[in-house]
């Protein structure tokens, strides 16, 4: 099977600031690639897809770029609502859906 | 709005079975592939299991495979997730999830989940 690696596992940040989150697939995937945003007692929400399309409804401030097996989540002026943990997951050679360890953006 | 109810959750001993339902609402649900997913706590999520809009085609993870089964009744818009022979390490939150439909797997929407606890 294909794995994900995301880093940091963890990262602290301030309100405003701009944060990198990268995900790295042990096999090339193309550009088969997602990322989901969770916070505490709640689902995942998917942000992006296809690496970097931006999901209807998601603030502008997220994007997502990379391909073949490096890929990038960067949230520029990083907002209060934006602290949570965030998941990378990729879409293809299924089964199966495998999903990265998760960043945790933290004050 | 699409919505997604899943229900059925409980506190289970090893070796019994449970199933799991999901009411979706809000959108056509037999133009969507349908997914459930589950969360251990802390953990990463963990895809179990994937069927088609028809449910001609079904999928599942190497380690519920043989185990669960997973359905779906288009007349009443419900997904279903049969566990058997259930395991401690089945222990999760279990979430169902609607299929974005582009081609590949990704999830644009999930339900609350339902807990299901395996306990002796």
């Known amino acids: 099977d294909i794995q994900m690696t995301q880093s940091p596992s963890s990262v602290s940040a301030s309100v405003g600031d701009r944060v990198t989150i990268t995900c790295r697939a042990s096999?090339?995937?193309?550009?088969?690639l997602a990322w989901y945003q969770q916070k505490p007692g709640k689902a995942p929400q998917l942000l992006i897809y296809?690496?970097?399309s931006l999901q209807s409804g998601v603030p502008s401030r997220f994007s997502g770029s990379g391909s073949g097996t490096e890929f990038t989540l960067t949230i520029s002026n990083l907002q209060p609502e934006d602290f949570a943990t965030y998941y990378c997951?990729?879409?293809?050679?299924?089964?199966?859906?495998?999903f990265g360890g998760g960043t945790k953006v933290e004050i | 709005e699409v919505q997604l109810v899943e229900s059925g959750g409980d506190v289970v001993q090893p070796g019994g079975s449970l199933r799991l339902s999901c009411a979706a609402s809000?959108?056509?649900?037999?133009?969507?592939?349908m997914h459930w997913v589950r969360q251990r706590p802390g953990k990463r999520p963990e895809w179990v299991s994937l069927?088609?809009?028809?449910?001609?085609?079904?999928y599942y993870a190497d380690s519920v495979k043989g185990r669960f089964t997973i359905s779906r009744d288009n007349n009443k818009n419900f997904l279903y997730l049969h566990m058997n022979s259930l395991k401690d390490e089945d222990t999760a939150l279990y979430y169902c999830?609607?299929?974005?439909?582009?081609?590949?797997?990704?999830?644009?929407?999930w339900g609350q989940g339902t807990l299901v606890t395996v306990s002796s």
């Open positions: 997951q990729r879409a293809n050679s299924f089964p199966p859906l495998a």
């Open positions: 999830a609607k299929d974005k439909n582009s081609g590949n797997y990704y999830f644009d929407s």
């Open positions: 809000g959108f056509t649900f037999d133009d969507y592939a």
């Open positions: 296809a690496a970097s």
């Open positions: 096999q090339d995937i193309s550009r088969w």
């Open positions: 069927i088609a809009w028809d449910g001609g085609l079904k």
